[in-house]
């Protein structure tokens, strides 16, 4: 099986899973449903997954999904800046409209308590990739500041999209996660901007 191949299973399986997570619940999901739903075969789902449980971190493939779905529609010549908060607004809106509650809480949690791979922090991830990729890129066009490194920006984005998230779940739901996203991250990172 080529990667892409493979690559495009494992992502069929996950969108599956959220999908039925979405609307009828964690506990109320069945692997085989998971299977039927993918259109895939329950050796493809244990091949990439132990059972249903290993599912919840895989929560951030579908955010990089949706990371590299907007990458493809932003112009060439939009601001680094500006990029970053469209990423944000348009992830939080998809966490919003697609991601219960939940299922959040659990995969924070599950990140805290695990002993394995903290898959929110791997920078091998397409998200952190991508991250890297814009702010070198608004570094380079003079549109954020040079004196601080690529890492400390993105680990600093990143830190805060965790906190929105974190606190929207604490405060379960009730205020849009995507509007205070817009209020609150430009706050966070405008001292990474060069004012002009």
């Not at 779905?69 to 919003?96: G, H, V, W």
């Not at 805290?112 to 791979?117: A, D, I, M, N, S």
Request: with cysteine; glycine share 6%; hydrophobic share 35%.
């Amino acid at each position: 099986m080529s990667k892409k191949t493979g690559r495009n299973t494992k992502g069929r399986i996950v969108s599956a899973a959220w999908q039925l997570f979405y609307r009828q619940g964690y506990d109320n999901t069945t692997v085989e449903e998971i299977i039927a739903q993918s259109g895939t075969s329950k050796g493809s789902f244990y091949h990439y997954f132990e059972g249903k449980d290993a599912l919840l971190s895989s929560l951030s493939y579908l955010f990089d999904e949706k990371y590299e779905e907007l990458m493809d529609q932003i112009p060439r010549d939009m601001d680094s800046f500006d990029i970053l908060m469209l990423l944000n607004r348009e992830l939080f809106a998809m966490i919003e409209n697609s991601i219960s509650l939940d299922l959040l809480a659990r995969l924070y949690s599950s990140q805290l308590v695990t002993r394995g791979e903290k898959h929110l922090l791997d920078h091998n991830r397409i998200y952190y990739k991508l991250l890297r990729q814009i702010v070198s890129e608004g570094q380079r066009k003079g549109q954020l500041r040079e004196d601080v490194t690529v890492s400390e920006m993105v680990r600093v984005y990143a830190l805060c999209e965790r906190a929105l998230i974190y606190d929207w779940c604490l405060s379960e739901g009730s205020y849009s996660l995507m509007h205070y996203g817009q209020t609150m991250l430009p706050r966070f990172m405008d001292s990474f901007r060069v004012k002009v």
